[in-house]
T-cell receptor
Framework: KAGVTQTPRYLIKTRGQQVTLSCSPI?????VSWYQQTPGQGLQFLFEYFSETQRNKGNFPGRFSGRQFSNSRSEMNVSTLELGDSALYLC?????????????FGAGSRLTVL | EDQVTQSPEALRLQEGESSSLNCSYT??????LFWYRQDPGKGPEFLFTLYSAGEEKEKERLKATLTKKESFLHITAPKPEDSATYLC??????????FGRGTSLIVHP
């Protein structure tokens, strides 16, 4: 059974640019959630998509956005990158959502902003 | 606002030296408390879900327990391969998971 796949694994951008990250969930899972992980703040929830609809959103500025396609694959976009956006971005999939359900994480996309 | 505090931040053990990791939490309407393990360069991997106070779950050398205010992850006779960062998370009425900053465990042979 294939796991959660995130691409790209590593990327380097400069301030002001934008970036798009991709996540393919486990087959049959309709929920994809995104997280930012930094040494200072730990793992923080960005947003969750379920059946192409944003169901929950964390406390991040509007520069962070996402979407989900009909095949459950999801993308997140960060516009006007800032140095502080350097982080490991993780996505997780689950069958029913982020409530009381187990999350299966991908390996993450490591973003460095110069 | 849901909060999760994990202690200690870092823990060094000798192989075979048992210990416990702590996760203190405040949450409105607990739906589940989760323990994950994260190895360097990888995403977190699920270990346990606990739903109500008094519940306990075990897996190999790990045992997780839950009270109304905290959870413990007990590690019995750890091995070097147990070295990882252990993350605690809660999900409550908001359905938004809140993670602690983790405990970095190193087990020396």
């Amino acid at each position: 059974k294939a796991g959660v796949t995130q691409t790209p694994r590593y990327l380097i951008k400069t301030r002001g640019q934008q970036v798009t990250l991709s996540c393919s969930p486990i087959s049959g899972h309709r929920s994809v959630s995104w997280y930012q992980q930094t040494p200072g703040q730990g793992l923080q929830f960005l947003f969750e998509y379920f059946s192409e609809t944003q169901r929950n959103k964390g406390n991040f500025p509007g520069r962070f956005s996402g979407r989900q396609f009909s095949n459950s694959r999801s993308e997140m976009n960060v516009s006007t990158l800032e140095l502080g956006d350097s982080a490991l971005y993780l996505c997780a999939s689950s069958a029913q959502g982020t409530g009381a359900n187990v999350l299966t994480f991908g390996a993450g996309s490591r973003l460095t902003v110069l | 606002e849901d909060q999760v505090t994990q202690s200690p931040e870092a823990l060094r053990l000798q192989e075979g030296e048992s210990s416990s990791l702590n996760c203190s939490y405040t949450v409105s309407g607990l739906r589940g408390l989760f323990w994950y393990r994260q190895d360097p360069g990888k995403g977190p991997e699920f270990l346990f879900t606990l739903y109500s106070a008094g519940e306990e779950k075990e897996k190999e050398r790990l045992k997780a327990t839950l009270t109304k205010k905290e959870s413990f992850l007990h590690i019995t006779a750890p091995k070097p391969e147990d070295s990882a960062t252990y993350l605690c998370a809660v999900s409550g009425g908001s359905y938004i998971p809140t993670f602690g900053r983790g405990t970095s465990l190193i087990v020396h042979p």
